[in-house]
């Protein structure tokens, strides 16, 4: 190292520890005092962010036309998509308009409620959406039935079909059509009939009967969009605004399999951050006992470890209260900050402790120990610092705005720590955690532990067997891949991201789709055609598309009025039972036979309840009315009015639809669904490059993702190249030596490349949030390797085995104290945090066995004075 700067550092360090060490009360009043403040400060300040757009840089591209879209369709932001599902899917529809009508009354909490397929709109003007020769069939089948229909409506008894079924059944050709075309209510009737004669109650659903089905069948789930109201807009409400939903489900009428779910971004984000909390406080708690564990093992001494974590806690304190008055939140990812100030906090005390262990074993007493371990160490702590710290700090002035602030708070962390371990550690000796006398035979044994020496008999084939590794390594690089699903990164089991992963599995119900501001409706319908050209897109979609063609319909539907608009005409009077012994005898001669099924099961129940009737066992008439034709007049009333409907003009589509398609400002929202399945590998690359080649400013929430994955991965480039490059001049500067620096830089490049290929070799890839662990592997490598460095170059001239020295151990106990302090997240069920502890641990233990096996082997083969 430059001799005059290594002496300003160490003298900065010195410096430090004397004046503590010097003044411990004052040192140690003044620590606890700041430490209180910040505790203080991060309590009432420390809020949590969980949106994750403010995760990214407002001045990217998608972000504007992300804005640009909230700002033209604000009824689209923030929305919570409910799924209602259930056996029958008429039950899930009339669940949703249910749950809808519960959320309309909650003013206070919701502000719209959208059903995109279950609007009452699209069931009153259904006739007009069905196919033109799907809707000239019904009006067919509507005329021909009409007779026994408006029959039945102005006399709705038993004994007026039984009179009309027997004018079919004796070749009226009138009646005989009405029967034909009613076969499917006539067949109802007769099974109600058959219930009826068994003594049970089964009424005719003529609503399902009479009504012409809609073109599509009504999906099972079910869409419900909530938007919170105003005063709950916003991801840190989320709560409040599923806590509306979920209580309005509750109050929901029984019905067979009904289930409500909620999802969308929201939900998604709410539930996420929740869970995080949790497991990260947990995490925490378990970290801080497997390092007070580790601790105790390593120094052996009791006062010793007390120091040392009180130093850890006192440093974490400041921390947080520098992340309130610096950043002021925590999002998804600073919110593991805790956990990541403890992997490279222990590490400086861990290797001041050994140091002054080290001193102490020279039989120096606790000051002029700790004075030793300031001017031998001190210097290498504070280089180490800043090589950490350019790490996080190099992701300064990126897009990647949430690990940018997890770079101000982890770097700022790292100096924060520096200074608690050369000040409050030194106090607190000086106060009396320091041994005079002699050590214990404990304390001796922890000195004298050392490492396996191969490296050091055999360096050229230990760094010829890592080379190859290396090289072998190569190719993984190109193969680690960035996985761009964000729910891949999240607990499976919870029910937003359980319900968004079945949204997703049909291109229908995607919510994943790419949407795009045209100027007008001209401009919209300009763009549609070289859309569907491109094969990764399956359709698209505008406010048009719920204009239908009317071409031919209208007489359809005229003729259809007419019919039913009478009069009515009543089958000739006949005697109950002479007509019911009639319809008995066709059934025994085999003349029903030859009617439609409807009408022969129709008549074989008339049949039988002719036996019943004269055996005097027969329903109450009335009864029997009210079971067979109590919907009718309803059903009827209902199906005039939906033939009765204005045909459909895009003027006449209700605001509640058109303000979601078209802005205030005449601009036109389009929305294309992709072909592929989204969650499937580069899915959404090729689908968001394919739109962006017609669109290029296209948005919405396929390119989000895509784009995000980009951003940060482009970020993710610059900033861990910028820290290589500043580091390598460091160590330049510092060193005046390309050779000792190559020497440091060369493990910490294999070690990257090593845990490149393990990572691709296991399934390992990188996702939104284990990349944050990539500063931090990078600094706890390049710290270890200057300090070894650092010892190695100082005693040099004496020959001193570097492995055997308090240095190595304190890399050693370092990067298993760190190891300690993160495998605990590897247990959370959250998938990106989980991920987040494989590939720091896998990431730390080859930056270990690089140090420790490449490094010691380059020393002795490069580093010697020849």
Not at 345 to 357: K, M, P
Not at 684 to 699: K, Y
Request: hydrophobic share 50%; net charge negative; proline share 5%.
């Amino acid at each position: 190292m430059n001799r005059a700067i290594e002496r300003a550092l160490g003298w900065v360090a010195t410096l430090l520890v004397d004046t503590a060490s010097a003044r411990p009360a004052a040192a140690f009043g003044l620590a606890v005092c700041l430490t209180v403040v910040s505790g203080w400060l991060a309590a009432t300040r420390l809020e949590v962010d969980i949106d994750p757009d403010r995760m990214m840089s407002a001045e990217l591209p998608y972000r504007q036309t992300k804005a640009a879209l909230e700002e033209s369709f604000p009824q689209l932001v923030d929305n919570l998509v409910v799924l209602v599902e259930a056996r029958r899917a008429e039950d899930a529809r009339d669940a949703a308009r249910e749950l809808a009508g519960h959320l309309d009354a909650d003013r206070a909490r919701v502000g719209a409620v959208f059903l995109p397929a279950a609007d009452p709109f699209f069931e009153e003007h259904g006739i007009w959406y069905a196919d033109g020769d799907q809707l000239a069939w019904i009006s067919e089948e509507i005329e021909r039935a009409a007779p026994l229909l408006l029959a039945l409506e102005e006399e709705p008894r038993l004994d007026t079909l039984v009179r009309a079924t027997l004018r079919g059944l004796e070749g009226d050709e009138s009646w005989a059509e009405a029967l034909d075309a009613g076969a499917l209510w006539l067949e109802a009737l007769g099974r109600s009939l058959e219930v009826s004669l068994a003594g049970g109650s089964r009424p005719v659903p003529w609503s399902d009967l009479l009504l012409p089905e809609p073109p599509l069948e009504p999906p099972n789930p079910q869409t419900v969009l909530v938007q919170p109201a105003p005063a709950l807009l916003g991801f840190e409400h989320g709560g409040e605004s599923m806590a509306a939903v979920r209580e309005a489900a509750a109050r929901l009428a029984p019905r067979e399999g009904l289930r409500v779910r909620i999802t969308g971004d929201v939900a998604v984000s709410t539930e996420e951050m929740s869970m995080i909390t949790v497991q990260v406080i947990i995490a925490s708690v378990v970290s801080l006992l497997l390092v007070t564990v580790v601790l105790f093992v390593t120094l052996r001494s009791f006062r010793l470890f007390v120091a040392t974590l009180a130093t850890l806690l006192m440093g974490l304190a400041w921390t947080a209260g520098f992340a309130a008055v610096a950043v002021g939140h925590l999002n998804v990812l600073t919110a593991a900050f805790a956990v990541l100030y403890v992997g490279l906090g222990v590490d400086f005390g861990i290797h001041f402790a050994l140091g002054f262990r080290e001193q102490r074993g020279l039989g120096h007493d606790p000051l002029p120990a700790l004075h030793g371990s300031g001017s031998i160490i001190g210097s290498s702590l504070v280089f180490c610092a800043m090589t950490t710290a350019i790490g996080f700090f190099a992701f300064i002035g990126t897009t990647y705005t949430g690990v940018e602030e997890l770079g101000i708070i982890s770097g700022t962390g790292v100096f924060l720590s520096l200074l608690a371990t050369l000040t409050v550690y030194p106090a607190l000796i000086a106060l009396g955690l320091g041994r005079s006398g002699k050590l214990s035979e404990a304390e001796k044994r922890a000195i004298t532990i050392s490492l396996p020496s191969y490296p050091l008999r055999h360096p050229l084939r230990v760094s010829a067997v890592v080379a190859v590794l290396a090289l072998a390594s190569l190719t993984a690089v190109d193969e680690l891949r960035f996985d761009t699903d964000p729910l891949n990164v999240r607990d499976p089991r919870v029910e937003s991201v359980v319900a968004m992963t079945d949204l997703l599995s049909e291109s229908d119900t995607s919510p994943w789709t790419i949407e795009i501001l045209a100027a007008d409706a001209a401009e919209a319908e300009a763009l549609r055609p070289a859309l569907l050209a491109l094969p990764e897109v399956d359709r698209v979609l505008t406010l048009e598309d719920f204009v239908p063609e009317l071409d031919g319909k209208a007489e359809s539907v005229r003729a259809a009025s007419r019919a039913l608009a009478g009069p009515a005409v009543a089958p000739p009077a006949r005697d109950l039972g002479e007509a019911l012994g009639e319809i008995a005898a066709a059934v025994e001669t085999g003349d029903a036979d030859d009617l439609t099924p409807g009408v022969d099961a129709l008549a074989f129940a008339l049949a039988r309840y002719r036996e019943r009737r004269s055996e005097g066992a027969s329903p109450d008439a009335g009864r029997l009315d009210t079971s067979l034709f109590a919907g009718l007049p309803d059903a009827l009333a209902t199906l005039r009015e939906r033939l009765g409907a204005a045909p459909i003009t895009r003027a006449a589509l209700p605001a509640r639809l058109a303000d979601r398609w078209v802005a205030p400002d005449g601009r036109v929202r389009i929305e294309v669904f992709a072909t592929e399945n989204l969650r499937e590998p580069w899915a959404q690359d090729r689908f968001v490059d394919a739109v962006q080649t017609v669109r290029p400013e296209a948005g919405g929430a396929a390119v989000n993702t895509v784009e995000f994955a980009r951003a940060i991965m482009g970020s993710l480039r610059t900033a861990l190249l910028l820290a290589v490059l500043v580091i390598a001049a460091l160590l330049l500067v510092l060193w005046r030596s390309v050779r000792w620096a190559l020497i440091t830089i060369a493990p910490l490049l294999v070690g990257a490349l090593l845990t490149a290929a393990v990572s691709v070799e296991i399934g390992l890839t990188l996702n939104f949030a284990n990349v944050i662990v990539l500063p931090l592997i990078l600094g706890i490598g390049v710290d270890s390797g200057i300090h070894l460095v650092h010892r190695f170059r100082l005693h040099r001239v004496e020959d001193t085995d570097i492995l055997h020295t308090s240095t190595a151990r304190a890399v050693l106990f370092s990067a298993l104290t760190s190891l300690a302090s993160f495998s605990t997240l590897g247990f959370a069920s959250h998938q990106g945090i989980s991920s987040l502890a494989q590939l720091l641990t896998i990431g730390l233990t080859l930056m270990l066995f690089c140090n420790l096996v490449l490094l010691p082997a380059l020393l002795t083969w490069l580093g010697k004075e020849r």
